[in-house]
């Protein structure tokens, strides 16, 4: 479910095993999951996708997808290990979204969805009914530099909205059931300077110095929720800590903050220097024991840890 998250592309690893990373490199084990069912029809009409941007799957087995292309959104029940079609939410009139990328279901069915170029964060009923809409907060500490755009987006137990802005490297918005600016939390960090780049601090003239400008901060890609309202992030194009476990005050809890990359032939950086590539995680799910399902679009594979 996780692909539909953003285009990767796949890899060629044996489709007989999975495997194990370790100080050895990759080691084969015996096949854990393995493709059961491939949907290529949708809705009533067996219609098909038309760049899907978002899936949501909530503790019912209720699976949501922003067929963004086709303005609209799909639900369907999993439940019994079975794939029914219940409706379709039209995106049009007062629903009609501009570049939709986020999408979040709550326990009674309720919708929302990250508007981007609407600036707005739109929330539908159960019965596809327009509720209402979260827009810029009014605030003195929001950074109004950046453009509200919202890109992806997670609720957590008290009904505050986490939004992930395009652009936008403050961390997370937070806003309120009344629109209300609650501050920012999890920002992200710059990356330590390679060898490469302190050498060229020290040895390049002021002019090359600014002209190689100010190096920027990596953006987080997704956010999902677990049980015990602690949030998961992943962060793309980061050499370090591309996976993140937040406590509700922001603080970081996950046990690696080191380069989680993984090259496509398996191996770890360490013992595969040659074949070097940087994870770009773009969405994560986690179950109730913590295991967190990541995709990487560097290499196609949905990695656990």
Request: glycine share 8%.
């Amino acid at each position: 479910a996780l692909i539909l998250a953003d285009p990767v592309r796949i890899s060629a690893a044996d489709p007989f095993y999975n495997f194990v990373v370790t100080s050895e490199g990759r080691i084969q084990i015996p096949l854990t999951y393995s493709t059961e069912v491939v949907m290529k029809g949708f809705a009533e009409d067996n219609s098909t996708l038309n760049f899907a941007s978002d899936i949501y799957i909530d503790s019912n087995d209720q699976m949501y997808i922003l067929d963004n292309g086709n303005s609209r959104v799909l639900k369907y029940d999993l439940a019994g290990g079975k794939q029914i079609f219940i409706r379709s939410y039209e995106l049009s009139g007062k629903l009609a979204c501009k570049n939709p990328n986020g999408l979040f279901a709550d326990m009674d069915g309720d919708i929302y969805i990250a508007d981007t170029d609407n600036g707005r964060i739109l929330h539908i009923g159960e019965n596809g009914e327009y509720v209402e809409e979260f827009i810029q907060p009014e605030s003195g500490l929001y950074d109004q530099d950046i453009p509200f755009r919202p890109y992806k987006l997670g609720i957590d137990s008290l009904g505050q909205i986490y939004v992930l802005n395009f652009e936008d490297d403050n961390g997370f918005i937070i806003i309120d059931a009344y629109n209300e600016f609650r501050g920012y939390t999890a920002p992200t960090t710059v990356d330590a300077d390679t060898l490469g780049e302190k050498l060229v601090k020290i040895f390049a003239t002021k002019e090359q110095r600014d002209k190689i400008g100010k190096k920027n901060r990596p953006m987080h890609s997704n956010i999902t929720f677990a049980e015990d309202n602690t949030f998961y992030v992943t962060t793309a194009r980061a050499r370090n800590a591309q996976l993140k476990k937040y406590t509700s005050v922001g603080v970081n809890i996950y046990p690696r903050t080191g380069d989680f990359s993984v090259s496509a032939d398996g191996n770890d950086r360490a013992a595969s220097a040659s074949a070097e590539t940087e994870s770009e995680f773009v969405d994560v799910c986690v179950d109730a024991d913590g295991n967190a399902s990541v995709l990487d679009r560097t290499t196609g594979y949905v990695t656990q840890y």
